[in-house]
């Protein structure tokens, strides 16, 4: 199995819809990020957790929650989808401290009609 | 902010051919950088990473140095092999909570 799992691998939905994109992990680590990659842009923060209690916003939280059920899940949710979070996004996770590594699940394509 | 700059690709090179992939960085502190690949269909795997100044970071034939002088940790490999094609992210950690900061990616294609 997998370090990092995301659900579903690919998604399509309309407009308007609640959607979630879920992660869960094997690592034991306690820090759970998701990122969304757009063509040209790199990988960008959305949010960020560091233990169940602590949640961040990252640089373009604006249209998504997400909720850390447990120390191995980190769920996002776009509350109404709009066609311009069509992306690509990954969640990863790492252990604390400055030079870990982050460890990455293999994607959630989403597309939003 | 924190920021990286890498060069944009793509870049297509001859198997065998040295490979050059320049990244700089913007941030507070001592950062630890990284140099992350994606594979097609893929997820982000780590390649490399430094994280102190003059550290040298290699894996696979692939080296970077950590040049804080020039805030820079350029990726090189003396010959590509076409399984090298994939594309490539420099990234940064740094601040109190560590968050990772990316690069654009730079997309590397090698024929053989």
């Known amino acids: 199995d997998a370090d990092v799992t995301q659900t579903p691998r690919n998604r399509i939905t309309k407009t308007g819809k609640r959607i979630m994109l879920e992660c869960s992990q094997t690592k034991g680590h306690d820090r759970m990020y998701w990122y969304r990659q757009d063509p040209g842009l790199g990988l960008r923060l959305i949010y960020y957790s560091f233990d169940v209690k602590d949640i961040n916003k990252g640089e373009i939280s604006d249209g998504y929650s997400v909720s850390r059920q447990a120390q191995a899940k980190f769920s996002l949710s776009l509350e109404s989808a709009i066609p311009n979070q069509t992306a690509l996004y990954f969640c990863?996770?790492?252990?604390?401290?400055?030079?870990?590594?982050?460890?990455f699940g293999q994607g959630t394509r989403l597309t939003v009609v | 902010g924190d920021s990286v700059t890498q060069m944009e690709g793509p870049v297509t090179l001859s198997e065998e051919a040295f490979l050059t992939i320049n990244c700089t960085y913007t941030?507070?502190?001592?950062?630890?950088l990284f140099w992350y690949v994606q594979y097609p269909g893929e997820g982000l795997q780590l390649l490399l990473k430094a994280t102190k100044a003059d550290d040298k970071g290699s894996n696979k034939g692939f080296e970077a140095t950590y040049r804080k002088e020039t805030t820079s940790f350029h990726l090189e490999k003396g010959s590509v092999q076409v399984s090298d094609s994939a594309v490539y992210f420099c990234?940064?950690?740094?601040?109190?909570?560590?968050?990772?900061?990316f690069g654009t990616g730079t997309k590397l294609q090698v024929i053989p």
């Open positions: 990234a940064l950690s740094s601040g109190g909570y560590q968050k990772v900061t």
């Open positions: 990863a996770t790492r252990e604390t401290g400055s030079g870990t590594e982050a460890f």
């Open positions: 941030a507070t502190g001592y950062p630890s």
